[in-house]
């Protein structure tokens, strides 16, 4: 069950990446001048990677080993280890982190105002909460362990600083940009 919820992570990533190869490969090989295919889904790769892949990516790393190293037990129950190798563990949870900042130091990507960011990362966390909450709703099971033994309100108080700390490696993912590639508009008038 807990499986099926981490897919949107998954599906994200590999869209992402699926559209960078894409951008990637019609830059090499169309004239600049026809290249508004890659533009548009240069618009997208952004989007995506800015409002979604970046701080949810990170916000699943460091999260799920902050509880896996608090109590395991939260996360990932020790009877999972007979079922999902730990390299497979690792596959999901580790190797994100590497690729994220792989990804935000080979490419600069244009971050939406802040305003318009917060929206798009609130839609997705929004959407992804009612499909924890639907899942239990409709089949009694909790898709995390961690929120089986939390009442109402620690659920709540959980779910608020998650989307806080979401919010906050959003605004990393837009200062370490900035950081290592400064002014994007200054970069793209130079491209």
């Given amino acids: 069950m807990a499986g099926q919820l981490r897919r949107p ?3 994200l990533q590999t869209l992402l990446f699926g559209i960078c190869s894409i951008v990637d490969f019609a830059r090499m090989f169309i004239p600049a001048k026809k290249n508004s295919v890659s533009s548009r889904l240069l618009s997208l790769r952004d989007l995506i990677f800015s409002i979604l892949v970046f701080p949810v990516g990170l916000f ?4 799920f080993w902050t509880l896996y190293a608090y109590d395991r037990e939260l996360v990932y129950p020790k009877e999972l280890d007979e079922i999902n190798p730990s390299w497979l563990n690792h596959t999901m949870h580790t190797t994100i982190l590497p690729l994220l900042f792989i990804e935000l130091i080979t490419c600069p990507h244009r971050y939406l105002s802040k ?10 966390g929004t959407s992804y909460l009612t499909w924890v909450l639907w899942v239990n709703y409709a089949s009694g099971i909790w898709a995390y362990p961690i929120l089986e033994v939390l009442g109402t309100p620690g659920k709540v108080i959980l779910f608020s600083i998650s989307y806080l ?16 590639w400064g002014d994007f508009q200054k970069y793209k008038k130079k491209a």
């Fill in 9 to 11: 992570r998954l599906i």
């Fill in 60 to 63: 699943v790393a460091v999260t």
């Fill in 115 to 124: 305003l318009k960011g917060m929206v798009g990362l609130s839609i997705f």
């Fill in 165 to 180: 700390v979401m919010v906050g490696f959003y605004l990393l993912g837009e200062h370490l940009t900035n950081y290592l």
